[in-house]
């Protein structure tokens, strides 16, 4: 028995070493804000556009702004903002109301203008002052597509006065067969179409489903509105249109509850 305890005694736990804590990871770094001065190097960045620039932010005008006369036409105005979240651009036209887009800091603001002439002041503000930095420019349209839509717009609203209660409108130009959707509840309308460009083309309707509505029909494009009823049994128009000999037309479209004059 002594031998016994005193082998006992002389044995030793031997286990796993004991796990020490990870040590714990410093707190991530607050970047510091970017001077005003680094903000409106972005602005001129973004905006592609040198900081001495008219319209680029400043130490006496950190809010980009342009007051100037600008010639009839198509024109691109942008704007950017930096060291805030977003920023407001606003455009006036001559005595006109005021046009406001908000935006995001991200990336640079585009909008097409079309400008009858004369005076115009384009501005960007941001919700705070310094160090934030918002910048506008202006240069003539370079998209021609966007001159194009433009262009579409104007003459379809000119053909399609004056609005009527209940109507659904669109307009669409190519040279080959399209197809437009108005999603008009079931029931009785007028068509109205009307088209340009080309010496005709055929039109005809079917619901979303497929079921004709009004047969292919061949429509002169003098400028005359074609009217036609229509009587809808499910939700959904579609028309086609097939422009004569592969020209290129325009088409302005809508349809009117049959209880509209």
Not at 171 to 180: D, L, Q
Request: hydrophobic share 35%; glycine share 10%; proline share 11%.
């Amino acid at each position: 028995m002594a031998l016994l305890a005193t082998a006992l005694a002389g044995c030793e736990y031997s286990g796993p070493d004991e796990q020490q804590p990870a040590p714990a990871s410093p707190p991530a770094a607050t970047p510091e804000p970017l001077s005003f001065e680094e903000n409106a190097d972005e602005v001129a960045r973004r905006l592609e556009a040198s900081p001495t620039d008219p319209g680029m932010p400043s130490e006496a005008e950190p809010a980009g702004k342009l007051s100037l006369v600008l010639a009839p036409g198509d024109y691109l105005v942008s704007g950017a903002c930096a060291g805030t979240y977003g920023a407001k651009l606003t455009i006036v036209k001559g005595d006109g109301q005021p046009e406001a887009t908000g935006f995001e800091c991200g990336s640079a603001l585009d909008r097409f203008v079309r400008h009858d002439g004369g005076p115009i002041t384009i501005s960007a503000v941001p919700p705070s002052g310094k160090p934030a930095a918002t910048g506008v420019k202006v240069q003539t349209n370079p998209d021609r597509r966007a001159s194009q839509l433009e262009d579409l717009s104007e003459w379809s609203a000119k053909q399609l006065q004056p609005r009527l209660p209940g109507e659904l409108r669109g307009s669409s130009s190519g040279n080959t067969t399209s197809t437009a959707t108005l999603m008009a509840e079931p029931g009785q309308y007028e068509l109205q179409f009307v088209c340009d460009w080309l010496p005709a083309a055929q039109l005809s309707v079917s619901t979303a489903a497929g079921v004709e509505v009004l047969a292919p029909v061949q429509v002169p494009c003098t400028g005359t509105m074609f009217k036609a009823p229509v009587q809808l049994p499910t939700e959904g128009a579609d028309l086609t249109m097939i422009p004569d000999g592969g020209l290129e037309g325009r088409f302005a479209y809508r349809l009117v509850p049959s209880s509209q004059p």
